[in-house]
């Protein structure tokens, strides 16, 4: 667009202030055009950028916590070992609590930074995962054999835990009360656990190598995994809300599967290498004693720091919460073992909960 200029004197008269006034606005109509042609263009690639970033802090986010997570798992393990402390109970709750540290560091920072409905569907999800994928898919790779310990111990504090869990949130959040019950529930666990384990009625003792290092390396492991633990879940949260708000997608759902997932790395990679190598009943026991970490010792830490609304998690949710634990247990009782076809309809179950999950948000 071409736009005349005119000198004072033509604008002195009334003719001339007139076209004066409109070649004025002429030019501003071109300037503010010329704008929004730069905002068309910059405007998505900013989005695009904003959008590539915040995918980029998931994955270093998860990065950060699966590989901080295994370093406090390391130092906590050696430094108990240092101070005496026997290998069966270093396995059965510090060993048990590192792979249950994604969870809990990523649903305690959701609830800090206000998403509760990622807190929450973090345990969910990751609990559904846990029993569904974790235990179907290993189950496909090879048949899983049960102990009877886990069968009378650990199963039943799941199914227990979830109820407890489901029932609570059906008023719409976990107050401090709720809270300080679930964490109530876990330390009659870990004193049950530790009770079985001081009669050697607990397996998995031997299995468990530990390294010799010394203390000043045990407490830098341990500092040093914290501090990733802290810093990945903050970017891993940030990251996924970021990414659900852009799509439309309620927390809820991103904290039911894309960070369910993300934290349950841990449990899906030990469960794999075990049944690989025919330690099928490790890995079984290592999932459902996740399950009740996540639930009692997770939701119960975090819900005392602070009290979480729910918003986003549904009736269906909590359903498949309890629904698989209880299936899973009557799996458990057929020989003790979960069969490959048993395996299959576990795994089936979860891939249609996804679905069903991406079919109600489109």
Partial sequence: MIVRFFTVPECVSIRGFFVCAEAMSAALKCISC???????????????????????????????????????????TALAQRMGI??????????AMGTSMPEFFVSLMSAIQGTSDIAVGNVIGSN???????????????PMAISRNTVRKDVPFAVGSAIALMLMCYDGEVSRIDAAILFAGF?????????????????????????????WKSVGLMVLGLLCLVGGSHLFVGGASDVARTLGVPDAVIGLTIVALGTSL??????????????????????????VFNILMILGITGLVLPMDIQGITSVDLWLL?????????????KYSVEKWEGGVLTAIYVGYVFWLVYNVL
């Avoid at 026997?86 to 060993?95: D, E, H, N, R, S």
């Avoid at 029993?131 to 090879?142: D, F, K, M, Q």
């Avoid at 309890?322 to 057929?334: A, E, H, N, P």
Wanted: charged fraction near 10%; include cysteine.
């Fill in 322 to 334: 309890v629904g698989s634990i209880l299936l899973l247990w009557m799996f458990c009782y057929t």
């Fill in 34 to 76: 010329q704008k929004e042609q730069i905002n068309l263009v910059v405007q998505p690639i900013i989005r695009n950028f904003a959008a590539v970033m915040s995918i980029l802090f998931i994955l270093i986010g998860a990065v950060l916590v699966l590989w901080g997570a295994d370093r406090l798992t390391d130092g906590a």
């Fill in 86 to 95: 026997p290998q069966i109970v270093i396995g059965l709750t510090v060993v």
């Fill in 266 to 291: 841990p449990e899906l990679a030990t469960s794999i290498v075990a049944a690989k190598k025919g330690r099928s009943a490790i890995a079984i026991g290592n999932v459902i004693g996740s399950n």
């Fill in 128 to 142: 559904a995962f846990n029993t569904l994928a974790i235990v179907g898919i290993t189950a496909l790779v090879a």
């Fill in 187 to 215: 330390i009659v666990f870990i004193a049950y656990t530790l009770h079985v384990a001081s009669k050697g009625e607990a397996l998995a003792a031997e299995e468990i190598k530990l390294e010799d290092m010394p203390i």
